[in-house]
């Protein structure tokens, strides 16, 4: 299909979403520099069609724009669409927030080249993409598998930056558009936990870690004791790592300096602590050895990568490779205090300066974690055979081997930096029956249903009804995003509605706004859950407990595009919003877009309180009739205490109409 569309001169203008006119604010002089040799020349300016950046990357990378001269054969991308993609490049490069390193822009680069060899073909510039469908749905054709959502990634990020860009590749409505095309070609989703046994796990491991940060003070005092004990017993010139079985010996079964270790746990304070959480049975505490100690340290630093892992959108790898200095808080006048975690990724779209969202309950986990890997770090400078660079002291790995001079460890001549394998969740769970209670684990129906919204193709050998719940570290990336996430609701409506312990996380997710730079991969994941959650929740829709004011027949023009058994059906809506769905305090809003009315929070408006009749979009959740109930007496409390005329009366008698409209519609339709 081609559009025959010329470029015109308001291409560099764009209407976004909201229906605000942008104007451009990033575009580089045509003669700017873009890179230099060595010697400080002149290697490739803006207006370039080819720029050289491997001096500055340090390998080889050329950026192609494809209007100049070209080999034989080569694909051709006209002026105006090699001006846009210069425009993004050096955006990437030069830009106040600069995106990605500079090693990885040729990755990307290539990724997003396609569609602009897309858009010359169709004759339209790549800025009108988004005016036509058509042509949008094409794109997916013209990329290879692994680089699909990478693409998508790359055109979120573009939209997001928008007001920076002064234009849009695709706008929300087309990245709904890609995104359900998307999903067609992935691979099986890594299963969902349901809520219930998330939420038990989660809370678990945040105990331990509580517990752990009360006893801070007393485990390093005790740590120290011990490091010093050995070396007094083994002689000033004896550098841990020497005699490990005979220190072992020495406290686990004779008195030494204060005696066994079961008594210099107890006068440290922390005994009790450590029976509570070691061993897999009470016979393996009945007596408290040196061994447990250790044994405990790395298990806290377990609990410390799952709780992180549990509220970030890391990927194991990542979460392993974090350094000591890796919690950051940044505030925004308009949404707050947030959180978050800065390192490196380690695959898909590699960033070594990226940052993860969090909640601020992370703070403790990183705090246990630090406590460790500081005592662990002694211990490591003092060994003759451990490599220790300047930046491990200044700045450690925050995941670090046990050091100590009574423990075996492997390889302990390799840098700190060397990354060991990480623990795997199923090894943690298995190695440390205390952590659940088996029961809260065991699968129930309703945490099946729920985990099949998310997964219909769910392994039923694996995940029964009656079943422990298969953990495994890669769930927890997928669920927690899907646990996070909000929807455009207002943001108390979204932090109750997804369980947010801290208002900013929901804030960020639900808006979108801050100066923290997310990790492009946990972008995409969230985007991803996202609609997988509304769909989910699209789905309640059809249960006989939601109600429309105008009857069974306006709700089933609200949901005929969708057919409720069939979940792909309800997540390819989703993504192209033909369903939409808000909670509200009265049930549920279908309408597209935002409620100019406030009817998340201001149920006059849903109920028809204002003397007109009620929202067509609403629908009413009879479960909610107790609360709405409870709303009703609120309101005629206040009624009895605000004076007659004021506006705020008024606002009080029209709620208590919209109350008395919607029991009125939930009785009719019982």
């Not at 007001?163 to 890609?178: H, M, Q, T, Y």
């Not at 006068?267 to 061993?279: A, H, R, V």
Request: hydrophobic share 35%; glycine share 6%; net charge positive.
């Amino acid at each position: 299909m081609s559009t025959n569309r010329k470029p015109t001169k308001n291409d560099k203008f764009v209407q976004d979403s909201f229906g605000n006119i942008a104007k451009p604010s990033w575009q580089p002089a045509m003669n700017s520099v873009i890179s230099t040799n060595e010697l400080g020349a002149v290697v490739s300016r803006y207006c370039d069609s080819v720029w050289n950046l491997s001096h500055q990357a340090g390998k080889p990378i050329v950026l192609n724009f494809g209007d100049g001269q070209q080999r034989k054969g080569a694909s051709i991308i006209s002026k105006e669409n090699a001006n846009v993609l210069r425009r993004i490049a050096s955006w990437w490069l030069k830009g106040e927030r600069k995106i990605f390193a500079m090693a990885s822009i040729s990755t990307y680069f290539s990724a997003l080249r396609q569609i602009f060899l897309l858009c010359t073909k169709e004759n339209i510039v790549a800025t009108d993409l988004y005016r036509f469908p058509a042509v949008c749905d094409q794109i997916i054709d013209h990329l290879a598998v692994s680089k699909m959502r990478d693409v998508f990634t790359l055109l979120s990020i573009l939209f997001e930056n928008r007001d920076c860009l002064g234009f849009v590749i695709l706008n929300g409505e087309e990245l709904k558009r890609f995104g359900a095309l998307l999903s067609r070609h992935q691979k099986k989703q890594t299963p969902y936990i349901p809520l219930r046994i998330w939420t038990y796990q989660t809370s678990r491991l945040y105990l331990f870690l509580s517990e752990f940060s009360a006893k801070k003070i007393q485990i390093e005092k005790c740590f120290e004791h011990l490091v010093s004990a050995y070396i007094k017993r083994y002689g000033e010139g004896i550098k841990p790592g020497g005699n490990n079985k005979a220190l072992s010996k020495v406290f686990s079964s004779s008195r030494f300096e204060t005696g066994k270790f079961e008594e210099v746990a107890r006068e440290f304070g922390i005994d009790e602590l450590l029976k509570k959480w070691c061993g897999k049975n009470d016979q393996d505490i009945e007596q408290l050895i040196l061994g447990n100690f250790t044994s405990f340290l790395t298990y806290a630093n377990s609990v410390a990568l799952a709780y992180i892992l549990n509220h970030s959108a890391m990927r194991l790898s990542e979460g392993w490779s974090l350094r000591a200095d890796c919690l950051f808080t940044e505030s925004d006048d308009v949404f707050g205090q947030f959180t978050y975690l800065k390192g490196s990724t380690s695959k898909g779209m590699k960033d070594d300066d990226a940052n993860w969202i969090c909640s601020p309950s992370v703070e403790t986990a990183i705090e246990v974690a630090s406590c460790i890997s500081k005592l662990r770090l002694k211990c490591a400078i003092a060994r003759d055979d451990v490599p220790v660079s300047v930046e491990d002291i200044s700045n450690p790995p925050l995941f670090l081997p046990a050091y100590e001079p009574w423990a075996g460890i492997i390889n302990a001549h390799q840098p700190l930096s060397f990354r060991r394998v990480p623990p795997s969740y199923k090894s943690l769970i298995d190695e440390n029956p205390r952590l659940f209670n088996t029961e809260q684990i065991k699968i129930t129906k309703q945490d099946l249903q729920q985990a099949r919204l998310i997964n219909p193709d769910l392994n039923g050998s694996k995940y029964r009804v009656g079943q422990p719940w298969p953990f495994a570290f890669h769930q927890l990336r997928r669920s927690g995003a899907v646990n996070m996430l909000a929807t455009d609701v207002s943001v108390e409506s979204s932090q109750y509605q997804m369980k947010h312990r801290a208002r900013p996380t929901t804030r960020y997710y639900c808006r979108g706004h801050s100066a923290i730079r997310l990790n492009g991969q946990a972008r995409a994941v969230f985007i991803e859950a996202a609609y997988l959650m509304l769909a989910n929740e699209i789905r309640l829709l059809f249960n006989e407990r939601f109600v429309s004011p105008y009857g069974d027949e306006r709700k089933r023009q609200i949901l005929q595009l969708v057919e409720p058994r069939d979940h792909e059906s309800l997540v390819l809506a989703a993504k192209q919003g033909k369903v939409n769905w808000r909670e509200t305090l009265l049930g549920a809003c279908t309408k597209r877009g935002a409620c100019e009315f406030g009817g998340v929070e201001n149920i006059i408006r849903c109920g028809g309180g204002d003397g007109r009749s009620p929202c067509s979009d609403a629908l009413y959740d009879k479960s909610k009739k107790h609360q709405i109930k409870e709303i009703g007496k609120m309101v005629d409390a206040r009624l009895e205490v605000t004076p007659r005329g004021s506006p705020y009366h008024e606002s009080l008698t029209a709620q208590k109409n919209a109350v008395k409209n919607v029991l009125k519609a939930m009785n009719e339709q019982s």
